[in-house]
């Protein structure tokens, strides 16, 4: 009989689509140079992935997954990152079981390393353990030069953020204001228009302040939402 992870990979292989395969590269950006660099695709959708990592969640042990958090396929990575959410959210886990994810998670942050990897499981993995728990790791993520461990602390904060609590949230968009990469300037200003939905009041306060200073792309983000008119009001600012 296979071994779970390799029975894993068997299914995502067999729904692999060949021109999905070929298309995914460009969207995410794998060519020289880009942010993807050198990452391979099967060309299995999502709903597949999702579907594949409901089926063996419960079975799979948490060592197991290494073998498929490192691998070189996209979808391989994030259908493990289905596997350890669930596992995460399951109703009988218990608090060690918890940081026995946390654990890994952060051990295996290197491939955690594209937009969706990380939207998939920062905040729901590293943002609900930390929560109530001292927030050193997100710091230096935060501070790091590695564009993915800054996304997965911004990211992060998306849980504290349903739970009415913007501090870190609106500290890390602010110190992200002079970030030079592109996908920071849409997560921060994903999660400050987030902060809005919550507090609009919070939210202005941090445009008035910032506004005119913001990214572009950051502050398109921010204000999303907002009505037309307030829309146009913050993008006269910059």
């Known amino acids: 009989m296979k071994q779970i992870q390799e029975q894993i990979l068997s299914d995502l292989k067999k729904e692999g689509n060949k021109e999905k395969a070929e298309f995914l590269p460009k969207f995410f950006k794998t060519g020289p140079g880009e942010y993807g660099e050198g990452d391979k695709f099967l060309g299995v959708t999502v709903p597949i992935q999702r579907k594949v990592a409901k089926k063996y969640y419960k079975e799979i042990e948490i060592p197991a997954l290494k073998s498929l958090i490192t691998s070189p396929f996209h979808e391989v990575r994030l259908t493990t990152l289905f596997i350890l959410v669930l596992k995460f959210e399951s109703k009988d886990i218990t608090e060690k079981k918890q940081k026995e994810i946390v654990d890994f998670y952060l051990k295996h942050t290197s491939s955690i390393n594209n937009w969706d990897l990380v939207d998939s499981s920062a905040d729901k993995i590293l943002g609900a353990f930390l929560f109530q728990r001292q927030r050193d790791v997100l710091n ?3 501070t790091s030069k590695d564009l993915w461990k800054n996304r997965i602390s911004i ?30 300037h849409k997560a921060t200003g994903w999660m400050l228009r987030e902060v809005g939905n919550r507090d609009k009041k919070i939210l202005n306060r941090f ?10 792309t950051m502050l398109r983000y921010a204000i999303e939402k907002l009505p037309e008119s307030e829309r146009k009001f913050w993008l006269s600012a910059k």
């Not at 998306?158 to 996908?183: A, G, M, Q, V």
Request: hydrophobic residues 35%; positive net charge; charged residues 25%.
């Open 207 to 216: 445009l008035q302040s910032n506004a005119a200073k913001m990214p572009r």
């Open 140 to 142: 230096k993520f935060h």
């Open 155 to 184: 990211l992060s904060t998306f849980y504290f953020i349903r739970k009415n609590d913007f501090n870190d949230t609106l500290r890390y968009c602010e110190s992200y204001l002079t970030h030079k990469h592109d996908l920071i």
